[in-house]
């Protein structure tokens, strides 16, 4: 069965750095999204991407986030200077079309800024 | 805005019984789509079931069943005959029609008991 895909699966970064996180969404899906759990949190919507460029974006996704599709199959998550604050995991999701449709959700990265 | 509340961080229940988990939203929209997702420890979250707000009848998937107040803004989930291999986060979300930006309730664990 398709399933998105995330790389890493646990990735510990400075506070300062510049981290990329990776996906790999169903191949025939069109909407790509990223979230966030902070441990204890709620689930929360950062962005949502279709036809090579950001359709919605919350509002912690701001300037230090941005997100690319470099290929046919790969979707980043850029965190230009990490704060400790935005250690959390993170899921890929996508789904055919818009997210009234199943979307599938990869396994997460937990990111660990210290 | 919208808001999704899960009451229940925590619930248990024996095999083969009934549970039933809640969920209440807020939103001023007529439009929407309501989700249950299962998050299993390996962390990959999997929908449950999914109910467009406009329909009256209540969705139902296998053993999973939802109860849905749209006057009430609550919609819950009832598992029956449950399993052990339902054992997992359960998280109820709201999503705008027209509108990616999907929000999450806090989550409830649900263990299932031999």
């Known amino acids: 069965e398709p399933e998105v895909t995330q790389t890493p699966s646990h990735q510990v970064t400075q506070m300062g750095q510049e981290v990329i996180l990776r996906c790999v969404p169903i191949?025939?899906?069109?909407?790509f999204y990223w979230y966030r759990q902070i441990l204890g949190q709620k689930v929360e919507f950062l962005v949502s991407?279709?036809?090579?460029?950001?359709?919605?974006k919350s509002e912690i996704f701001d300037d230090q986030f941005s997100v690319e599709r470099p290929d046919g199959s790969n979707f980043t998550l850029k965190i230009r200077s990490t704060k400790l604050e935005d250690s959390a995991m993170y899921f890929c999701?996508?789904?055919?079309?818009?997210?009234?449709?199943?979307?599938?959700f990869g396994q997460g990265t937990r990111l660990t800024v210290v | 805005a919208q808001t999704v509340t899960q009451s229940q961080p925590e619930m248990s229940v024996q095999e083969a019984e009934t549970v039933t988990l809640s969920c209440t939203y807020d939103?001023?929209?007529?439009?929407?789509?309501l989700f249950w997702y299962k998050q299993p420890p390996s962390r990959q979250m999997i929908l449950v079931i999914r109910?467009?707000?406009?329909?009256?009848q209540n969705a139902t998937e296998n053993r999973f069943s939802v109860n849905f107040q749209k006057a009430a803004k609550s919609f819950s989930l009832k598992i029956s005959d449950s399993q052990l291999g339902d054992t997992a986060m359960y998280f109820c979300?709201?999503?705008?029609?027209?509108?990616?930006?999907?929000?999450f309730g806090a989550g409830t664990r649900l263990t299932v008991k031999p």
């Open positions: 999701a996508s789904s055919v079309r818009e997210m009234n449709t199943e979307a599938f």
């Open positions: 991407f279709y036809n090579n460029e950001i359709s919605e």
């Open positions: 109910q467009e707000a406009y329909k009256q």
């Open positions: 939103t001023s929209e007529n439009n929407y789509y």
């Open positions: 979300a709201t999503r705008l029609w027209g509108n990616n930006d999907m929000r």
């Open positions: 191949s025939n899906h069109l909407y």
